[in-house]
């Protein structure tokens, strides 16, 4: 919705999950010895070792879940010109959301603010900052022994991002500059490993973690008529998993 300049969004979302899983996994060592350890037997040996099949190990579950999700948000967008011509935007909103597996009802407010000096209007800086929450999916609240976690609670993350965009011209061709540091805390965080190509949640436990880094990116024509682009990023992130 369009008023004197401001733009108002909203939007309602409902969802229900419904979850019928049947978990059944094994890992033996076979009467071959194919898995470590293998005994070590001589060549034409007419008894050879024939170790007993062992079950290393087992989970059998069968969960069923019904899940309903329901999230709703709005954000305005303000326009301002400055005493000094300068240009000043701000986008800022509320997201909500409720799901009844956990009875958990989230108030996630956000912001984006946009600043363009009238000296060098080729420059834009923003600010942005919001609180997120991402509640877990069923694979995610299953344990290793395939229990479900009915105390699970959802993940959380703090944002803030400061960046800033510079149009120049280089070779009689537009590019665009742009560089961002981000810092991201996260609590609740629900921790994982990959072992081959199976990912495993650790869903009785939670872990505090962050992310920061710094991005750079300058886009263009290159090659004249073709867009394309270079960047660099720095990375770091940590966990801490409680108990361990």
């Given at each position: 919705?369009?008023?004197?300049?401001h733009r108002l969004?909203w939007?309602?979302?409902?969802q229900?999950q419904?979850v019928?899983?049947?978990?059944r996994?094994?890992e033996v060592n076979?009467?071959?010895?194919?898995?470590l350890?293998?005994?070590?037997d001589l060549p034409g040996?007419?008894?050879?070792s024939?170790?007993?099949?062992k079950l290393?190990y087992?989970v059998t579950?069968?969960?069923?879940?019904s899940?309903?999700r329901?999230?709703?948000?709005v954000?305005n967008?303000?326009?301002?010109?400055l005493?000094n011509?300068s240009?000043l935007g701000?986008?800022?909103g509320v997201r909500?959301y409720?799901?009844?597996?956990?009875r958990e009802f989230?108030?996630s407010?956000?912001f984006?603010l946009?600043y363009?000096p009238?000296?060098n209007?080729s420059?834009?800086?923003?600010?942005a900052?919001?609180?997120y929450y991402?509640?877990?999916?069923y694979?995610?609240?299953?344990e290793?022994n395939?229990q479900i976690n009915?105390?699970?609670?959802?993940p959380?993350?703090i944002?803030f991002i400061?960046?800033?965009?510079?149009?120049?011209d280089?070779?009689?061709?537009h590019?665009?500059?742009?560089a961002?540091?981000?810092?991201?805390?996260?609590?609740?965080?629900?921790?994982?490993?990959v072992?081959?190509?199976q990912?495993r949640y650790f869903?009785?436990?939670v872990?505090?973690?962050?992310?920061t880094?710094?991005d750079?990116?300058?886009?263009?024509?290159?090659?004249?008529?073709?867009?394309?682009w270079?960047?660099?990023s720095?990375?770091?992130?940590?966990?801490?998993?409680?108990?361990?």
């Open positions: 919705y369009y008023y004197n300049g969004l939007g309602v979302r409902y229900h419904h019928d899983d049947q978990v996994e094994w076979d009467s071959a010895g194919y898995f350890p293998n005994p070590v040996n007419p008894n050879p024939r170790p007993d099949l290393y087992f579950a069968h969960n069923i879940l899940i309903n329901l999230s709703a948000y954000s967008r303000w326009d301002f010109t005493n011509k240009q701000l986008t800022a909500f409720y799901w009844d597996f956990a989230f108030f407010p956000r984006n946009a363009i009238a000296s209007p420059w834009t800086f923003r600010l900052s919001g609180v991402q509640p877990p999916f694979r995610e609240m299953r290793m395939g009915y105390n699970i609670k959802s959380r993350s944002h400061l960046s800033g965009d510079h149009k120049l280089i070779w009689d061709r590019f665009l500059f742009t961002e540091a981000y810092y991201k805390k996260m609590d609740h965080f629900i921790p994982y490993e072992n081959n190509l990912i869903a009785g436990e872990a505090k973690a962050y992310a880094g710094l750079f990116r300058l886009s263009g024509a290159f090659v004249n008529g073709i867009d394309s270079i960047s660099l720095f990375l770091k992130a940590a966990e801490n998993i409680r108990g361990d």
